[in-house]
């Protein structure tokens, strides 16, 4: 510990043996029910809850702490149907050009396609954007490992809004440069994710998928 650099007492809980046991399965349980959501009812979801996941998503961990992160709250319907109209435009000329058929093939399941009727549908989305690098009194500054931080954040962000009972889908329309001129992001920042969210609508159905278990997807050495 140096002088010059301030350190805290760390806040750190422990649980004894059993409850540990019950906070990991209820985590995993609820966890487990989060699917993506891609029907959703126009109904506001409360600012507040929105703006704790947010703070959720920002107490991520981050390359030498830079939070290389912004998290744009669009909410506006005409920004939003101007963004679902750039981003239909990138997802047809995807879908009918650009994706090889393996591709194509491995989306079928899904029963997704070009149309993006989610992004007027539900009541907000947020864009999250990677900053490559900060600027400081018109310096650049370097970032580090930001593709990791910003995964990382927008993990926690979904985990976040999903224990609120915010349903999500996240979207990567490709190429997603539209998303920084229409939101007029300054040039260090990269869109990275658009996260849809709100209200599934009623008797929502989706994808019947299966995920990898434990065996699969553990290994102890
Ligand atoms: C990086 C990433 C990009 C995704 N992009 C899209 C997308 O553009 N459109 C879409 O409908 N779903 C997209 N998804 C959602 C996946 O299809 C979905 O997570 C997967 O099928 C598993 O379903 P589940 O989330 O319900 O468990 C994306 C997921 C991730 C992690």
């Not at 002088?3 to 487990?32: C, S």
């Not at 593709?147 to 962000?157: D, H, K």
Request: aromatic share 10%; charged share 30%.
């Amino acid at each position: 510990m140096s002088e010059e650099h301030k350190f805290v007492t760390l806040d750190y809980r422990e649980y004894p043996p059993e409850e540990m046991k019950q906070r990991a399965e209820a985590f995993y349980k609820d966890m487990d029910r989060r699917r993506t959501v891609r029907d959703y009812t126009d109904r506001e979801v409360p600012l507040e809850v929105i703006e704790n996941a947010v703070r959720t998503a920002g107490t991520a961990p981050s390359g030498a702490h830079k939070q290389p992160w912004t998290f744009v709250l669009v909410r506006d319907p005409e920004i939003r149907q101007k963004i679902r109209e750039a981003a239909e435009v990138e997802e047809k000329e995807s879908y009918q050009h650009r994706m090889p058929q393996t591709w194509l093939d491995d989306l079928a399941p899904l029963g997704t396609d070009w149309h993006k009727p989610f992004l007027t549908t539900c009541p907000a989305f947020i864009v999250v954007f990677a900053q490559n690098y900060a600027v400081e009194e018109g310096a650049k500054k370097k970032h580090y490992y930001v593709q990791e931080s910003v995964g990382i954040a927008v993990g926690m962000l979904i985990a976040a809004l999903h224990n609120a009972g915010v349903a999500t889908l996240t979207h990567t329309p490709s190429p997603m440069g539209f998303l920084g001129e229409i939101l007029e992001r300054p040039d260090n920042e990269r869109a990275y994710m658009l996260l849809a969210l709100g209200y599934p609508v009623s008797d929502c159905k989706v994808p019947d998928l299966e995920r990898k278990g434990l065996e699969e997807i553990l290994r102890v050495v």
